[in-house]
């Protein structure tokens, strides 16, 4: 129902998008994945006509809305990256500002915002300033601003960045309510690869400007479909031991963790027999060992060679 | 369009305190820098003499008060005595019917001065007097009255542009007017960055993204500040005409006219700014420059018309302060007429156009 062709935008000479071409099909869940900087929020900002494209086009049912935004504007609820609220005014407030300029009014509006903070789990909130929040309640404001006026398609740009584990938890599993139970289509950006991993069938994977692989969560894997990981906790470092991993000829990559190692191996290479008698002989206290497909993660370092967050 | 002067409102009730302020300040330096003619009149006590009837020293009495200076009380004969025995008054005033007569303690200045203005409106009133037994014709006086509004000489002053214009002065008008209007400008430009803070909290892309046309988003803002410069202006204007007695001459109507107008060029003034700066921190220093600049070029502090140098003249005429003075004090001091004053008014609203035109262009080139 929506699509960009060739999308490109550049600032000053400076090109930041370029040649983005994605499309949402009805009800489904899309992720859009990159590190900081890699160009999702300007492509975000062109799709939800803030900002022209220097070059391409935006396709709402086949239909070019870059020149005629009325359209898309309707059905669109866009969920900003920063915090896009009233910090002066109550939560109840905000939400009949953004309902009232959608166009929503009377009974109406006010079953709508009932509706949505119950929503967002914030009825008994609803007349506290904004400002007495915490940033997780903040940030489901943010959101319930964007659904009011029942958009068909739903942008977030990063909606669950700088809050606490369970804020996130709730927001995401919202999200998905809101896609499965309601049909909303979603565009989900990200950096966390665990998010996009949890709530979309589709995934982009975008870094310095560029679409640089995209398809389900299981063709992204399969990218790395010869590979598996071994988690090894282990209780400190043991660079010797790292060393001789490496030399390892099923190894293809190890990578130091917070709690041991991450080793990349070729899938199959029954290893672990090989992995402990090395341990033992550096004398290596291994408290725990984990065999797991890839990630979305993995596939991101195997395409760039960076990890998602540095 | 409504929905965003609305919020606005929501806004200014969560956060009334810099306006009110303003308010608050404008108040404050129009009483203490207009001409406090209220406090300082010099009161001095008079008496019927003898043969002098209640009545007439109550007619005298009456027409010595139209004085700005003096404050004529009548008393007993004995109460005026004994406050100058006593020193609490330097001097007395016995009424005749005909004729007056002073009590002095001490010859000092402000003896001198009262002393002539009594002498003056005896005389004057004696000859009118005069002149009608004369001439038995009971108009003379609204005839004599009619001549001193159209006098046959009069000061007259030509400015730059070859217009002559009275150069009359009014302290307490020049304080009302000129502070008022340069208080309006703090409150005008403040509650207009609230446009510079939606776009940097990002309200602003909420507004753009939504199926509101920009320009709604633009005219709501706009007639907030308009609807809160406006009020304040206007709200000072009737405190110290109605509250405190300012002698405004003008038609109500009229001053609401300038004010308006003027209000208008202020408000895309501020969008000129909005347009020029970056963030909200650099308009809030931009702000009081701009006050200060434009009201004092504008002659909101000290009339244009004492200012020799010509560079400072010249700018002067590129300031909406200068023509909204002009217009206000034409009005009020003048008397003129709303025709007479449609020149001052006409460049204020095209002054308006012009800023409002740039600034709103400047802010969509960097969107
Ligand atoms: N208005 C702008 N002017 C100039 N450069 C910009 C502007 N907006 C974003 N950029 C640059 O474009 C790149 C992509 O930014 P962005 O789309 O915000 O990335 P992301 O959302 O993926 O973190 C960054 O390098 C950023 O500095
Ligand atoms: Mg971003």
Known sequence: ?310 | MKSIFILQLQRFRRKPLLVVSFFVLTLFFVFFLGGNDTGDKITIQSYAGDNTTQEQADYWIQLLNASESFEFVLVEEEEARNSIVQGDRNMALEIRDDDYRMLVAVDEQSYQIAANYIQQVFTEELRLAAAEAAVEEENIRAAIAEERISPVLALNMETINGESSGFVYDENLQALFGMTLFFSIYTIIFSLSNVAEEKRDGTWNRLIVSPLQKWQVYAGHVAYCFLVGYLQIILIFIFFKYMLGFQIEAHFGILMIIVACFTFTIVSVGMLLIGLVTSPQQLQAVIPITATAMAMLGGAFWPVEIVTNEVIVMLSKVMPMYYGMEALKGAALLNQSLGEITGALSILVLMGVITMGIGINLMERRA
């Open chain 1, 1 to 310: 129902m929506l699509e960009t062709e060739e999308l490109s935008k550049a600032f000053k000479g400076k090109t930041v998008v370029e040649g983005v071409s994605l499309y949402l099909e009805k009800g489904e869940s899309v992720g859009l994945l990159g590190p900081n900087g890699a160009g999702k929020s300007t492509t975000i900002s062109m799709i939800s006509s803030l900002m022209k494209p220097t070059s391409g086009e935006v396709l709402l049912h086949g239909e070019n809305v870059i020149k005629n935004p009325g359209k898309i504007r309707k059905v669109l609820g866009v969920v900003p990256q920063d915090i896009a609220l009233y910090q002066e005014l109550t939560a109840y407030e905000n939400l009949k500002f953004f309902g009232r300029i959608y166009g929503l009014k009377g009974q109406m509006l006010t079953e709508k915002i009932k509706e949505v903070f119950s929503l967002v789990g914030l009825t008994d909130r609803q007349g506290d300033i904004l400002n007495t929040f915490s940033g997780g309640m903040k940030r489901r404001v943010n959101i319930a601003a964007a659904l009011l006026h029942d958009p068909e398609i739903l942008i977030m740009d990063e909606p669950t960045v700088g809050i606490d584990p369970q804020s996130r938890s709730y927001i995401l599993d919202m999200i998905r309510e809101l896609n499965l139970q309601k049909g909303i289509t979603v565009l989900y950006t990200s950096h966390y690869m665990e998010e996009v991993e949890r709530l979309c069938d589709r995934v982009y994977i975008m870094d310095h400007g560029k679409i640089i692989s995209s398809g389900t969560k299981e063709e992204l894997k399969s990218i790395l479909s010869g590979e598996e990981t071994i988690l090894m906790e282990l209780d400190r470092a043991y660079p010797e031991m790292e060393k001789e991993f490496q030399q390892l000829d099923s190894i293809r990559q190890v990578i130091e963790t917070e709690k041991g190692l991450k080793l990349i191996s070729v899938k199959g290479s029954r290893l672990l027999s090989s992995l402990f008698q090395i341990a033992d002989r550096h004398e290596a206290q291994v408290t725990n060992v984990n065999i797991q497909e890839p990630s979305l993660e993995d596939v991101f370092l195997h395409l760039t060679g960076r990890k998602l967050r540095d």
